[in-house]
């Protein structure tokens, strides 16, 4: 069976209408600037020294990498909140267990990671820890009188909320985290770690929600609730089954909460007649995988609505600054403007 995984996110199913806006993306690193905000502040003592760094054109991986080596510590001891796009320049933290000893010297990090501050703290940083993640994007090669239609759609987005796709880039270069898995599914070959056990599970996972969100979408009741849909506070793990009440109705007007699912239990009838063989046959092996591994369900909002938007208008350039929560993704916002020739990676044009 074969995918190809960048025709397949470009047909992913877009809430508003078709729009006739195009804009280039991501040719300079400062184009695509995003920071981490933590749920908490550092104790300022502890055996955890957290660094708050900024690393251009590097992935979040390689950066935990480069601590361990100046620490002469394991991969294991570095602790971060999420992983960064690479493309980009990103102010993320980092945490190094450096029990009973002093910081090392960091003159020897590489010149793209740049040490912003340091404080420290008495438990590692992990996923639990970011509050949300602020997006400053460039968007250039606009016309001038397309200005109009450009704000009247980021106001339906800023008020309305866009579909909460899992980013291309979860799924590795050109897809490779779903070809992998799909090897593993037909015992031809299996993970090397449990990192990359993990990271292809996770990219299962993810594959199954984009498709089953977007079927909703394509259909127009990715807002709409169904008896026994799951509805999940903002900003919360917190979750309940909708039975028609006109109080979940009225909440999800205001976006104080949104539908859930985790886009698994795909069943034969749900597939029938889609007119997608190949998605189909890679969506039953995927949910046969993740039942063989036990992989637990997580639920996830089938909406995002950006916070603290801001656009600004020069030239040819348009400048977007907007927050998401933790496990969002700014491409899942910048595709309902129009039509983004991303540069920085091989997956070069998010279709409309």
Same mark, same amino acid.
């Given at each position: ?98 029990? &009973? ?27 639990? &820890? ?144 889609? &007119? ?77």
């Amino acid at each position: 069976m074969f995918l190809d995984i960048s025709d397949w996110y470009d047909s992913l199913a877009k809430a508003y209408a078709p729009s006739n806006l195009s804009f280039s993306f991501k040719s300079r690193p400062e184009d695509f600037m995003v920071s981490e905000q933590l749920c908490f502040d550092p104790d300022g003592e502890g055996e955890h020294y957290f660094l708050l760094i900024d690393k251009t054109g590097a992935n979040t991986e390689w950066v935990a990498r480069q601590l361990a080596r100046i620490a002469d510590c394991s991969v294991r001891d570095i602790g971060y909140a999420g992983l960064k796009d690479r493309h980009g320049i990103c102010r993320q933290w980092f945490s190094m267990y450096l029990p &009973g000893q002093p910081l090392p010297s960091l003159d020897s990090l590489p010149s793209d990671i740049k040490v912003v501050s340091i404080t420290q703290h008495k438990k590692k940083l992990k996923h639990a &820890g970011l509050k949300h993640n602020e997006f400053s994007v460039v968007l250039r090669g606009m016309k001038n009188d397309s200005l109009n239609e450009l704000e009247r759609r980021w106001d339906t987005i800023r008020e309305n909320g866009v579909p909460n796709y899992y980013g291309y880039q979860r799924f590795g270069r050109e897809g490779g985290n779903i070809t992998k898995a799909l090897r593993w599914k037909n015992a031809k070959t299996r993970p090397r770690s449990r990192q990359e056990s993990s990271m292809v599970l996770s990219s299962a996972r993810s594959y199954l929600f984009n498709r089953s969100l977007s079927t909703r979408v394509d259909r127009g009741d990715w807002l709409v609730p169904h008896q026994s849909d799951l509805i999940i506070f903002d900003g919360s793990g917190s979750c309940y089954a909708y039975q028609g009440d006109s109080d979940t109705l009225d909440r999800l007007r205001l976006g104080q909460v949104h539908i859930a699912s985790d886009g698994r239990s795909l069943s034969s009838d749900s597939l029938e007649g889609s &007119g997608r063989d190949d998605e189909d046959a890679v969506s039953v092996c995927l949910e046969q995988l993740l039942v063989k591994q036990r992989v637990a369900s997580t639920n996830r909002p089938l909406r995002v609505i950006p916070k603290s938007c801001q656009l600004t208008f020069k030239n040819d350039e348009v400048q977007l600054r907007f927050q998401l929560p933790p496990g969002s993704y700014a491409t899942a916002v910048l595709r309902e403007l129009g039509q983004i020739n991303d540069q920085s990676t091989e997956l070069s044009t998010l279709n409309q």
